[in-house]
DNA sequence: TTCATTTACTTTGTATTTCAAAGTGAATAA
DNA sequence: TTATTCACTTTGAAATACAAAGTAAATGAA
């Protein structure tokens, strides 16, 4: 059970990384907005959450604008999704029984 | 999405309390020492998480004496298991895309 | 041109959480 | 009587999380 637990990864652990990391993961890119709208956290949550995950090169950053107005995308970078699926499995085999 | 983060519950977020869940759904009674080894923390910690655990009432203490020496084990409360199982199906869900 | 609005933050400050380390009381062991 | 073990509790520091308010850059409306 030690080497699961030491799989389960401390950046992931909160709700709103947690939701930032799965919607990456079925979603190529995603909005700020649409990440503030989707976890319902305000704009200083969600942007120091980003930004930790970024931090950790979990996920990338894309700016541009979009119909003249301005325009943040995330999207997960290999590692994140590495990572991200180590935890999950790592939650799955302690769940799993052992 | 919103609904399956909302079960994601607070008190099953840490590292400690997720082992000492999975623990005990998988053993009727674990004692204080072999989850302290379990998991490897000090007792502080332990002692502080389960705590937590039991002010849910997720978990039940019981204290004897074996071999003439103190010994407290824990098992999880149904309305522990329920609680836990909520909050690992709410992952399942977060996981296997949206 | 000026003012308002939107986006995506940053800053600030507070509250909560987490944790190790040290201390404690009750019991047994030497 | 002193030491040791167990299962904590207390203390205190550090990290984390969060809301609220503030901000810059751009557009839009008057």
């Given at each position: 059970?030690?080497d699961?637990l030491k799989?389960i990864?401390?950046a992931?652990?909160?709700?709103v ?11 190529e890119?995603?909005s700020?907005?649409?990440?503030k ?8 949550n969600?942007?120091?959450h ?12 894309y700016?541009?604008f ?5 325009n943040?995308?995330?999207?997960a ?5 590495e ?8 939650l799955e ?6």
């Amino acid at each position: 059970m030690k080497d699961i637990l030491k799989n389960i990864n401390k950046a992931f652990e909160n709700k709103v990384r947690l939701g930032v990391m799965s919607a990456l993961m079925v979603n190529e890119y995603v909005s700020f907005n649409e990440l503030k709208e989707l976890l319902n956290v305000t704009d200083g949550n969600l942007a120091s959450h980003l930004k930790g995950l970024e931090k950790e090169e979990y996920i990338v950053v894309y700016k541009e604008f979009v119909d003249r107005k301005p325009n943040t995308k995330y999207a997960a970078t290999s590692v994140g999704k590495e990572a991200f699926k180590k935890h999950i499995e790592a939650l799955e085999k302690l769940i799993g029984g052992k």
